[in-house]
């Protein structure tokens, strides 16, 4: 009986040292990105050398593009949107220009943002002629009373803001009508013709202690009847809370929306922080046993991969990539590849495409 509390102390000091100790403190100054642009069936055979390079490329521009506005003291709803905007701009990911093709031949993009500091938050879903839509979806956040605008009326709203609108076929691509003609012809599904969840994101801790989130996607190809996944979800697709974490999604979105992957996450964690509060209350520990005792990113780590297994049950593919307050920057996808990185204060600077980086 003594073994067994033994070891329940021993898991309630874990959890201490990942949000209760100094271990864990907030660093002044400390900053952190996480971007992705899309998870799903990615495999080395799959890419050209020098279409995996060029993929490099662009996820390194758009993470530099996050970590500059963070280096420079910027807020973290900038950094958010320094990245994604050029991810929506770049064709090579299905966001903005690039966005795969509805089923009548046309495309609907969605989008949204979240501020950690008092949880509020944007999105907008089905829109046609927003060249940008992760604007219009802040754009929903910071001048409107809603959090969520959708087809028209959002387009109407993004336009008195001032925002770029542009045709239609802006967003067309060769490469992505050719996934449509495909899955017609050959009566195939998205998931036979997409070989990854192209939807763009990212999670941002600033030097202020803030965390943001935000995606972007086109969707899937061919759906139809204006179907809507979890990208423009608040607590699907985006999630941010300074108590626990902020999530960006990508994937089959009907899953992420009936698991509420990004809200689970950070819920989950957040009961974390809040039990190691009251284990303070009842016992102290010094940092060193803490330290000894507990790999908190290893923890974070299987909290974020918890959730994605529960996804992976029921039957949905995809990823998802988190930052914490205390600067942890992770991925987390049940798929055989993930367009990512991840920069921070501490001169981390990577980026990754296959499961096996």
Request: hydrophobic share 45%; net charge negative; glycine share 12%.
């Amino acid at each position: 009986m003594r073994g067994f509390f033994a070891k329940i102390a021993c898991g309630q000091a874990a959890i201490l040292a990942l949000w209760g100790s100094p271990l864990a403190a907030q660093e002044e100054g400390k900053w952190a990105i996480a971007i992705h642009g899309g998870a799903g069936t990615i495999a080395r055979e799959n890419l050209t050398l020098e279409q995996e390079a060029e993929l490099r490329e662009s996820l390194q521009a758009a993470l530099d593009a996050g970590a500059k506005v963070l280096a420079n003291g910027g807020e973290a709803l900038d950094a958010v949107e320094a990245a994604i905007l050029l991810l929506e701009d770049d064709p090579r990911f299905n966001a903005g220009r690039g966005a795969v093709f509805t089923w009548d031949e046309t495309h609907e993009l969605d989008a949204s943002i979240m501020d950690g500091r008092d949880r509020n938050a944007g999105a907008v879903a089905g829109v046609t002629n927003v060249r940008n839509p992760i604007l219009a979806a802040r754009a929903v956040m910071t001048e409107s009373p809603h959090v969520m605008l959708a087809g028209e009326g959002a387009e109407i709203f993004a336009a008195e803001q001032g925002l770029e609108i542009v045709p239609n076929e802006y967003f067309d691509t060769d490469f992505r009508r050719e996934a449509l003609e495909r899955l017609k012809a050959e009566q195939v599904s998205a998931l036979d013709v997409d070989i990854k969840f192209g939807t763009v994101g990212a999670v941002v801790l600033d030097r202020h202690g803030n965390l943001a989130a935000g995606t972007s996607t086109g969707g899937m190809t061919g759906k139809r009847w204006n179907r809507i996944g979890d990208s423009p979800v608040i607590g699907a697709g985006t999630y941010a809370d300074n108590r626990s974490c902020a999530v960006s999604a990508t994937g089959w979105g009907e899953y992420f929306i009936r698991v509420g992957v990004a809200h689970e996450i950070c819920t989950r964690l957040r009961g974390q922080k809040e039990l190691s509060a009251s284990f303070r209350e009842m016992q102290k520990m010094p940092q060193a046993v803490a330290e000894a005792l507990f790999d908190g990113e290893r923890a974070l780590q299987k909290t974020a991969d918890d959730v994605m297994a529960e996804v992976k049950q029921l039957g949905g593919d995809g990823g998802v990539i988190l930052v914490t307050p205390d600067g942890h920057a992770l991925f987390s996808f049940n798929t055989s590849g993930m367009y990512r990185g991840r920069a921070s204060s501490e001169g981390m600077s990577e980026v990754a495409i296959y499961g096996d980086e």
